[in-house]
Every structure is written in structure tokens, then in C-alpha cells.
């Protein structure tokens, strides 16, 4: 059982509250995060030895000058790390390891904090006299925001206040510059600190951490960030206020980053304006600018949304980041709201868009997830290759994985004064609304989901769990052996007296299925994709029969679609296969689609999501 | 008759060989040159000196050390329309004031040129210790070959050498800088000089030129530039040796100045193994890497070609030098081989891709050519904006488009031991093989040419006449009343005793027709375009029923095609219309396409050249 993000205060004006304690135990969630835990954090200390990103936190100390690194915000990849390593230890109290490594960056960066609470080695180290002189390129919030959330998560995970001392003395900082009569009334080029602020006010209960959060959002979109200079205000989230949005724009994780921290500040103020606006920018994101893997921000140039339905295959940008932004925010929306919608995005975007980001390894990466690669790819490396990479120059991917992965239990569960709703499934325990279940299935793999009620009130309580939108057929049983009776829009609700021990079945339909896209996407017109359940499934080559012309397959939309599972293939998979073509010919050549989120963990090759229709 | 580009040696290895002298004297292309002349390039001084062109060079001249404007090669402005100047006073030696213009800017060339011949304002104003230190990014040599070229034009068109005396010492000081046994063993971020020295050597006939040229060409490829650094080899055309690459890639205009620059080379030397290369990477571009319109370089990210078949219509850079630069490398292709296909490309991009950079005002300019602008979109204003703008900060283009045009009745006949071809069809005067011809015809508007022969040797004569690729259907009329026989791919040739008056007459079919894309083109799959001539159509809203939903029109494969010329739109266009549908409707709507080449001239709004079939 472990804390985690989002701890709302006890007056938040959100419909659902997250769950007090949630665990992941078994199944698909629980191997990608066991290697979570033992590849990808276990090795984050030296990946950011080997990135030079620990030497710049000694030289800040040191009071070296010399900076490693191509970027600014350095710094926040250890933070990000730190995060990440704080849930995992909530996890894994008696990891010795992490827990040494996590006291030594904490203590490596109080070393290296100012007497003023400034922190960011690449201005102390490089460039002291710019300090809060670029707010457009600097990220000195955007740091400040990551080093507040690894404070917050360490807190939470353990108890100790060391890394919560040094954030709250940035923050102090942060406070005692900004604000409408102080020395510097602006906003950060990458949002990031806004989300982290109202955390920092539900950890410490201190209000003015939500104030300047407030502040943050409010001042935004109101040119404080010259955006005649290029790439331009909305490249930095400043050309129009959040409340007067109609649509997203600009930078996908600036955006996204921001849109999670305007709706923590909704949660905690229940100002219901802000809360229109950000249903509106939602539903214009996940009906307009979201492919079809969740991933979002199709254009490479300033790794932004573009228009809706500007979504190209094979230059789709839909960076890692992005996917988890629009995950923490979904998250957020979902709670406010209670709609079931946004955890359907949730599930798409980690099953999909999100996953794809990380190997299979643990220890390979993706910044860019395409949907298409086509035979004559060839690829020019760097961060934005098609191709796994052990680490980035720009490395902001690989420990946001890493902190969302540890954190993820705590996207599958709520609560409210009616019960518990199941948002997400995974073999697991959680505990909200005053009961606690336990969650066994073989999802994504298999479709039954059995629910379990461990503790509940002796009076009626409603056990929820969502009936996913892709989900054309499904069959409850509840404790009775009957079928629970209400239900509402993405919800089955079962409201009954409960007993320990009684157990809801829900069998979801996992009949694979083809997908038409939304007609008005001109990128992937006559095309077809492939999903079963929570899963978008893609061609890759190396699964195709040796020598067909990758990029001249077609299916037709009638194919019928054959389903197994393989277990030695990819970690274990269930593999859709249908009869497809080869265009000009008539001939049926089989065609055989593993889950997108698996894609590019063999050797290189063409791939493709959408497929032309025969 | 004006003098032209690419006045060959008489030792040269083409195919065939630029006219002598060629003039257009009405008709389509002559309105388009008439505003070039009257607008364009009237108004260029006043431009380069708003812009602070002009400012740079007095600068220099006067050592002091304010630089204006955002690139190093803000010169290379100045030179281009030089270029583009002294072509036109070819045409127009009477035009007194844009003579005047052209001595103030040579003589503030030549004020502002070092004692050592060097001629950059931007290192020599702002950053003198960085001279020859930066050839990525510095355009020294850029800046030195459209210098050159100007100074070409300028010795062409008027007999004079004050131009031509600075460029020389500009490429003495080159010569003395670079080589292999020099200071410098390197070659520039941006190629240009290559094809300016081809010329050089042409108009004073000194050998060193041409081997400069050919040691600038042959050195690329070799990571003499520092691939390692973003954006990367193939950016700075330094991946791979010419003779060596199998495709156009990287940064689309760079390319394609280096590879007209390698054809100058070819025609020169007469190197077989370097012409086969040309061949090959032509192929690849025409094929695999070239919009419907001719436009080129597909993306965004570093200008840059993209894959094969990607052809986005929505996020087509398609940049208008890319397309003048496709232009001059198709055309000294044409005269290496004597092979239709790169004329028929050349038509293609002039009547499209390359003229939708201008406004009909002759005052309003493209930077990037879409294919598709949705209701939806959102100008962002800058240089990349769909909107036309009336000068770039990035301004390449629009004295580009100006030298371009100024010098277009070159790019339309050419000659051989046998007689004279007609290349492109526009009503003028054109003199080669040993022959003159006029032309008369209404083009594109009617498929009516009318070739006459005003002089030709007494002797068997030949008169070839190109038979575009996209023409199915034609007739042709001998002088004697019967048609001539004998036909050669891509050519319409008639060998006889011509006598002064002699008319051949082709006409081409023109009826409008719909084209589907290569269906390996992921883009625009689905979709059907509609051409007439060598015209590319598009949708633009203006023209659709009042309250259509634009984004929703579809048009029958089968659709008829009406055609009607409209001579107070757009300055005189044919328009094709046709009923199409709105998406999920039965009934028709009635469509009206306009050129691409107009499009952008009236109020804004949506446009597509690719339709959605019903």
C-alpha cells in the first residue's frame, strides 16, 4: 500500500477523491514495473553520472563553472529521478540501494542550493548573472516544479523532510521574486511549477503555495513572455489564458503540463469558470489533436499540437512526455468530474502511446512514437530517431517514464461518499470510499476482471467499474449470481450491502476489431487499424512473411481477424493475424499485428498502425 | 533578346545547348515578367533598405559595427536581386532608373568589399575574428556565389565588368583561402558556389574557376563539417559524396543548388560517372520526393526532403526556392541529356509550385506552398505563414522568384547541331541551333502553339516541339497541311527545308481531368486532384457555395468537368468546376477549382488541392 500523487485536501471541490491506498500485485502493469524498478531506476544514478547532470549539481556546490549538458534544465532530470525513486521506495521500504542512492542526491542537492533557496546549477554554475533574467528559455520554475514534486513524493513515501526542506526553501524563493509587486511579475516558458505549487500547498496545508499557483495560471496568456520573438507566445503557453482557451495549442507537454496544474487549482478552489474551460479544452484535445494510441502533439516543429485533425502517421511527433502529461492531466479531469471518459483516454494513452516510449528492457527508449515507419526509413539518430535509444541528450523522457510507472497504482482506483470506482484494471489492492477491494485479472490479455470486496461499510456501498468505450459487449455477476442492473454512462454500478469476500465478475469483449478513422483525419484516409481491447495493434516487418513488399500491404475491412496468445513472443503478447494483400494483387498474404506498445524491441523495420484498405 | 544563364563554353558536353537569344513577348508568362518588372523588382531597393540590406553594406563601407537583420546572409538579398535587376535590363536597357538603381548597389558593393577582396557584412561588421570560422552556418561561400551570379548577369546583360571586377576578387580571395593544400580544406553549410563558379568560368574562361567548382563538389560528403552537430550532415549536404548518394535529401534547397551546381560541372567536364549520379538522384526526386506541383522539400524539420511518398499536403513546406532551385537543376538537366522528362518537371513546378510563391500584385509573397489550409487554421504570422506576406525576415525568396522570372525566356528553347527545341510554350522570339522561331499561343489557357519559322539554314532543319507527359491526346500541322511523323519520346520533331514563315502547329488537348496520387503516397490517399494543362487546381473557399463545410467536400472520381474562362478573375483564369458532395450527403455541390498558382489572392481562407473522392 503506497501514497501517492494528488493527495487532496479534505475541502477539494472534486467529484471523485484518488485512492487512499492502492497496490499493484500481479499481471501485465506489474512486469513493466518490475522492470521499472530494477532496470530503469536502479540505473538512473548512473545514467545521470554518465549525462553529467550529478557533476553540475558538485560544481554548483563547489562553486565550479563548469556546465555539462546541452540544456538549461538539466537539473530536473534528477528530480524527475528522484520522484520516480521516492514512489518506488514507498513500494520497496527495505530497498537498501535506492534508498542510499536517494539520500546521497538529496544531500548532493542541498549541498548545492544557494543560501537564498536558488537552485538550478546551469545558472549557478554558468551563467550567475542571468538568474531569472530568461524566463522564456531559462526553466528556473520549471525545475523549481520538479524539485517540488520529488520533495512531495519523497515526503509522502517516507515520511522525511530533507528533500521537502530544500524545495519549500526554492519556493520560498520563488515566492519572495514573483508576484504583481514584486521583482519579476511573469511566468515560466515551460509550465511545470503550477501543478507542483498546489501539491506543495496539500502537503504543507500552507495557502500561499496555492496562491502562487494561482498566480502562475492566472498570469498566463497575457504576453508577460514577449512572444514576438520566436517560436512565439504559443510555443510558451502565453498567448491566450487558460479560461478563455478554446482549443490546445503550441507546445504539447508546456500545454498539457499546464491544463494538470490549472485543474489541480479547480480541484482545491472549485472555481467552477475554470473548470468549463477546461472541459472544453479537453474535449478539443481528445476529439480533434489525440491519435489513436492517445499519443498527442503531432507536429515536429516546436513539438506541438497542430490543427485538429493534423495527424500524420509517419511524422507523428507524439513524444513520450506529452503522453504522460495528457495521462497526469486525464487523471486530474477524471477526478473532478467523475466522467468515465477520461480514464478511457487514460487507459488508451498508457496502453499505447505512453508504453511505446519505454523498451521492453527497461532500458531503451523512445522520445518520438510514430505510428508509421515506412522500408526506406533511414535513420539519422539523436533523440528523435525511430529507433530505441539507451538514453537522450535531451533526457526529460526516460525519468518521467520512470515517475509514472512508479506512481501507477494510483491511477486505477477512486473513491467517493458512495463507494469505490475501478477506473483502471490490474491484479491489485485498492482501498477508496471506504472500502477496500482486491483486483485479480489478466487484462489487457484476457477481459475478466474480478473484483473482490475485502472491506466495506456494514451500510449500502457502491463498488463501480468502468466500461471502457471501445467495449462493444460486456457480462457482470455480481455476489448474487445475478447481473448488477444500474448503470450510467461508462459506469456499471453495483450498490448493495457488501460482505467480505463478494466478488464482482465483469467480462469485458476483447473480439479484436478493426478501425475505421474519423473521416476527416487526411493522413490515414482508406486506411484500418487493428485493436483489441485496450491494445492498438501495428504491423511490424519482422513479422511479416520474409520478402513481401511491407510498404504495398492492404487489408480489407472485412478480414477476419485471428487472435492468440504468445507467450515467448515480446515478453508474451496476444497476436492478431488476418489475411491481407498485396496492392495489385489478389492474392491473400497473412498479416500478423502485435500491440503497438510492444513495437520496435526487435531488430529494425518498417512498421505501421494504420493500413491501407484493400 | 536578352542574354541568359548558362551560356555554355563551345567545348561542352551537352545534349544540347540554350538558346542564344530568347524573349517572351505576351501572353501568360509576359504578364507575370511585366509585374516582376514593374513591382517586384522596382520595388526591391526599397525594400533592402527597410530591411536593413542596404544599412549592412554602408556599414562596411564605413567600418562602422552595427549588423541588421537575423542571418549572416542577409547580402546574398542584395546579390539575388542584382541578378535579378540585370537580367531585366536586358530586356529593358532603356530603363534608366533601375539602371541607376544597379551602379548605387555595385558601387556600394564595391565600397564595402576588403582590400583582400572579402565581401560579407556580417563578419565584417559584427564579427571580424570570425571570417572563414564558421562554414556551417556562416554562408560565406553562399553569400560569394550569388555575388557571383549576380555579377554574371550583370557582364550578360550589359556588357559591363564594375560587378564582375568584385566578384572576382571575392573568388580570387576564395581561391586563396580554400584547397586542399590551403588554410582552409573545407566547403560551405549552403552550397551556391558551385554553379557561380561553373559561371564564372564561363564568362571570363579561366580554368581555375572550374576547378574550384569541382573541388567544392567534390570535397562534400566527406564530414568535413562536423555531422556530429545538429541538425546533422545531411543537412549541410555533407553526408555522402554526389557520386555516392542514391537520393535527394536534407535540407531541400541546399541540395539542389549543390546538384545544379554538379550538372554545371558534368556539362563541363564531360563526366560520365558524375552524370549518371545526376541522372539517378533526379529520378529518385521526380519520382519519390515531388508534390503534384512541383514543390519539393516536404518538411518543416530542416527544410528538409522527406522520405519517399511523404508528401503531406497540409504540413508541405514545399519551400519557393526549393522549387526555383528544382527548376534550374531540371533545366541544365534537360541540356545534359536532351531528355523531355525534366522539362515536362520544370513545367510542372513553373505553372505551380513555384508560382504560387508570388501574389498576383507582384507584392505579396509565399515562403512555403501547402497543398491543404483548413477552415481551421490559425495563421501564425511569420515567414511561414500561409498568408501571403509583403517581405520575409528570412527573405530568400521573394529576389529569388524575381531573378527567376527576369530570366525565364531562357528556360524555354534550346538548340543542337539539328535544330531548335521548344521547350516551354509561351509567345516570344527564341533563337538556336542555327535557327529562330516564333511563337505565338495562348497557353495555358489554350493548347494552340503556333510555331513559326522566322529564319533557319538552308539546309534539312529540325523543329522539336515538347509533347508534355501529362498530354494524352494532340495534333499537330506541318506546314505543308500534313502531320509530321516522326515522334521521339516526349518530342514532337519535324525535319524538313524550312522556309522563312513556315508554320508548325500543335495543339494540345486540354480537357480538364482528375488524378489520382501514386498510391504510395500515405498523405493523400483516397483523394483526386484536378489538373487541366500543365495547371495543378485547388478548392479555395471563396469560390464554394456560401456556408459549405468545407472540410467536408468530396468529389466523385467520375465527376464531369466543366470548364469556363473567367477573365476578370484572378487576372484572367480558366476555372473547372464539378459536382461534388458534402461527406454523409447524397446531393450535390456544385465545386469550383481554380490555378494553384492564383490561389492566396483573395480573402483568406480554407484550400485544398487534394479532394476526398465521394
Known amino acids: 500500500m503506497s501514497p501517492g500523487p ?134 528556473e520554475l520549471y525545475c523549481a516544479g520538479h524539485l517540488i514534486q520529488a520533495a512531495v513524493a519523497h515526503r509522502r513515501a517516507t515520511g522525511r523532510d530533507e528533500l521537502l526542506a530544500v524545495a519549500v526553501r526554492f519556493a520560498v524563493h520563488v515566492d519572495s521574486v514573483f508576484g504583481p509587486d514584486k521583482a519579476v511579475d511573469g511566468v515560466c516558458g515551460h509550465p511545470e511549477i503550477e501543478t507542483a505549487l498546489v501539491e506543495l500547498y496539500r502537503e504543507t496545508r500552507e495557502r500561499r503555495w ?93 513539438e506541438a499540437f497542430g490543427e485538429p485533425y493534423e495527424l500524420p502517421a509517419d511524422r507523428a511527433y507524439a513524444e513520450t512526455c506529452a503522453a504522460i502529461a495528457s495521462v497526469q492531466w486525464s487523471w486530474r479531469m477524471a477526478l473532478l468530474t467523475g466522467e468515465a471518459k477520461y480514464s478511457d483516454l487514460v487507459e488508451r494513452t498508457l496502453f499505447n502511446g505512453f508504453l511505446s516510449g519505454v523498451g521492453l528492457d527497461g532500458d531503451s527508449w523512445l522520445y518520438v512514437n510514430p505510428l508509421q515507419i515506412r ?60 472500502g477496500r477491494v482486491r483486483v485479480a485479472t489478466d487484462y489487457p490479455w484476457g477481459g475478466r476482471i474480478a473484483v473482490t470486496v475485502e472491506e466495506a461499510p456494514g451500510a449500502e456501498w457502491t463498488l463501480s467499474v468502468r466500461i471502457p468505450a471501445w467495449c462493444e459487449d460486456f457480462t457482470a455477476t455480481a455476489p448474487d449470481g445475478g447481473a448488477p442492473a444500474e448503470t450510467v454512462p461508462g459506469w456499471l454500478r453495483l450498490r448493495r450491502r457488501w460482505q467480505p469476500g463478494d466478488t464482482l465478475t465483469v467480462d469485458l469483449d476483447l473480439t479484436a476489431r478493426l478501425t475505421r478513422p474519423d473521416p476527416r483525419v487526411d493522413a490515414v484516409r482508406g486506411c484500418v487499424a487493428i485493436e483489441r481491447g485496450p491494445l492498438v495493434h501495428c504491423l511490424e516487418g519482422v513479422d511479416q512473411r520474409p520478402g513481401v513488399p511491407f510498404d504495398e500491404l492492404t487489408l480489407p475491412y472485412g478480414a477476419h481477424l485471428a487472435v492468440r496468445h504468445e507467450p515467448d513472443l515480446l515478453g508474451g503478447v496476444t497476436v492478431v493475424s488476418a489475411d491481407g494483400r498485396i496492392r495489385g494483387s489478389a492474392d491473400a498474404v497473412r498479416l500478423t499485428a502485435v500491440p503497438y506498445c510492444a513495437w520496435a524491441n526487435r531488430r529494425p523495420g518498417p512498421m505501421r498502425v494504420w493500413i491501407p484498405e484493400s
Open 6 to 139: 494528488i493527495r487532496l485536501t479534505g475541502h477539494a471541490y472534486t467529484t471523485l477523491r484518488p485512492a487512499g491506498a492502492a497496490c499493484i500485485t500481479g499481471g501485465f502493469w506489474a512486469d513493466r514495473r518490475r522492470t521499472n524498478a530494477e532496470v530503469s531506476i536502479a540505473q538512473g544514478p548512473a545514467k545521470l553520472e554518465a549525462a553529467g547532470n550529478l557533476a553540475n549539481l558538485r560544481a554548483a556546490a563547489d562553486g565550479g563553472n563548469t556546465f555539462t549538458g546541452d540544456y538549461p534544465f538539466q537539473d530536473s532530470d534528477v528530480h524527475k529521478w528522484l520522484e520516480a525513486a521516492s514512489w518506488q521506495l514507498a513500494d520497496q521500504p527495505e530497498n537498501a540501494e535506492l534508498a542510499a542512492h536517494v539520500d546521497q542526491l538529496i544531500a548532493l542537492l542541498a549541498s548545492a542550493q544557494e543560501p537564498d533557496g536558488y537552485l538550478q546549477t546551469y545558472f549557478q554554475v554558468a551563467h550567475p548573472e542571468k538568474r531569472w533574467q530568461d524566463l522564456r528559455w531559462g526553466h
Open 210 to 302: 496555492l496562491d502562487l499557483a494561482g498566480y502562475f495560471v492566472e498570469r498566463r496568456g497575457h504576453g508577460l513572455l514577449d512572444g514576438e520573438r520566436r517560436p512565439g507566445a504559443v510555443y510558451w503557453q502565453d498567448h491566450v489564458p487558460v479560461r478563455e482557451a478554446t482549443t490546445v495549442a503550441g507546445h504539447a507537454v508546456r500545454q498539457l503540463y499546464l491544463l494538470a496544474g490549472a485543474t489541480d487549482l479547480a480541484a482545491e478552489t472549485g472555481d467552477a469558470d475554470l473548470r468549463v474551460s477546461l472541459e472544453r479544452l479537453w474535449a478539443a484535445m481528445a476529439g480533434t489533436k489525440t491519435y489513436l494510441t492517445g499519443g498527442v502533439g503531432s507536429r515536429y516543429e516546436g
Open 375 to 434: 522500408e526506406s526509413y533511414e535513420d539519422s539518430g539523436g533523440d528523435k530517431s525511430a529507433r530505441r535509444t539507451p538514453w537522450f541528450r535531451c533526457a526529460c523522457c526516460p525519468p518521467n517514464v520512470m515517475r509514472l510507472l512508479a506512481s501507477l497504482p494510483h491511477y486505477m482506483a477512486s473513491g467517493d461518499g458512495e463507494g469505490l470506482q475501478l477506473h483502471q484494471f490490474a491484479t491489485g489492492v485498492f482501498e477508496a470510499g471506504g
